[in-house]
């Protein structure tokens, strides 16, 4: 856009005074071919003069003429003298007068206008140069024309003034009014912009507060969930050892541990061990719960030799992952990812542990707390079995011996004897008392009869763990042995067993050997006796019977024991 351009008011009023410039030049060459107002080569010089002006002006507006605004004040001034003089040149009737003066009144506007910035003080002076123009041409005229038409011509020039004077303000007021359009809007777009960039500014404050409440929210869910696991877990965790603080009974302990990890964590297995002889069991407890009936039964298999490698470690939990699972066997293709290997401890003692495994491998990411508060909580049941266990079964044995004593076997007998008669199984019991126990006694001594007490109880216990029995110290020198589910012939072989093996082994005490003999009744349910109750008394018979034809005999119950006196 051309450096004049910039302002649309003149753009647009320059482009009406140029119309003005082409009827000026047609008035002119009417002029020549009719009126003749002045010479012909005066007219020709005119309208070359306007040609000219119409060239330059177009020039410098549209082949963008970068001169200075001075300048082309200096030009338009140029113009209002030159066409100021060709106004007082012609005749003042005639209609090249008329678009002069038009001209002129467009120039003069120009003039004032353009460059000014419509600052008061330079369109002030740009006004007052207008005189001298309008000076110029009014003398002029006065030379070419009578005095009626001078005077005339002076008001027109006056008019003239007046009218660019009229609309160089209206100009001046429109800007004034465009400019102050203009502040107010930038005021108002400079109000929205700031209002806009506060509302972008609470906008971005309003997301960022949303986004952290919705984070707090995804927290507080999480830390809810997390709430309602923790719950879930005390709970469980409680019910756990509610139920072991009930029960001396260590397998059901076992089982409902393995439930509460499964109902609670939902593992893909649950395996508990307990070696043996931990709570007075002679063989390892196992649990396994899994919905792998394959592995299952695999791991049954291999679980004992798992706890001995992890019996030999140091004792920590361990939580291993992917191909660190798949080295054991019973995993075989089952999806288990991790797996959790966690010893029970007692005294630097491993006697158990626990597997929990998963097919999700961030299923320990929270740790083993739950595992190990439920690990705790069977030490506990454990240790108050053990010593349930060990107060009752001191209570139920002998001390010397080591083997039950009288009061407990009464129990174990009449549990044995409705088991027999209600599977309708024979029953063997036999009675055996040491020979010449006093003679031992007064010979070596008590501590010497202490050792003999104790090699035959011995001898008794090992032949009823072997044979499935049970046996007690029924008084001072004799005990009982009761075979469930053997009948005489069975029983007489296992009594002389037994019989033979004590007489071969002698008690040796203080460098000497003492041989040591029993006497021994046998009697059987119901082959030989009929009644439950008095089998104990016909072994009794049969045993002193024994005693009275020679001792160290065994004596099968038979009717010639109930006629010796």
Known sequence: MSKFNSDNFIENYSFYHKVIYVFAILSVVLNIFIQKDLPTNTLIVICLILAFFLVADSIMYYLE????????????YVELLVFSVIQGLVDKSSILLAVLLILVAFVAVEFVLQGSDYDVNSMHQKKYALILPMFLSIVIAYDQTSEAAWFTYFVMEFMLFMVVYIIVNWFAKLHSVHIKQ???MSLEMSQVETNNAKLLEYQERVKTINEQINYQKFELAHANKVLEQVNIEVNSQTDVMRYM???????K?????????????????CAIYVDKNVYMNALGSCIIKTNYSSMQRRLKKEIESIFESVSSGKGNPEILYDDEVKQFKFIGDAN?????VMP????????????????DKEFFSNGLGYYENCIVEFN???N??????????????????????????????EKALSDAKRRKKPISVALFDIDKFKNVNDTYGHIAGDKVIQMVASMGQKYADMYSGFTCRYGGEEFLLVLPDYDEEKALAVVEELHNEIKSTPVTYNDIEISVNVCIGLTSYPSLCDDTKILVSRADKAMYYGKKNGRGRLIVDNPSIDYEE
Not at 257 to 263: N, W
Not at 346 to 355: A, F, H, P, R, T
């Open 182 to 184: 203009v502040n107010d």
């Open 336 to 340: 288990i990812n991790a797996m959790s």
């Open 384 to 413: 108050r079995t053990k010593l349930y266990l060990k107060m009752q079964d001191m209570a139920r044995k002998d001390g010397l011996t080591g083997i039950y004593n009288r009061i407990y076997f009464n129990e174990l007998f």
């Open 380 to 382: 506990v049941a454990v």
């Open 65 to 76: 003429y970068f001169g200075s605004y001075t300048f082309f004040t200096m030009f338009r």
């Open 253 to 269: 302990c076992i089982n409902v541990l393995t439930d509460a990890i499964m109902e609670v964590k939902n593992p893909k297995f």
């Open 344 to 359: 029970f401890v007692d005294n630097n003692k491993v006697y158990g542990m626990m597997l929990v495994g998963s097919d």
């Open 245 to 251: 603080t009930s029960t001396f009974d260590i397998l």
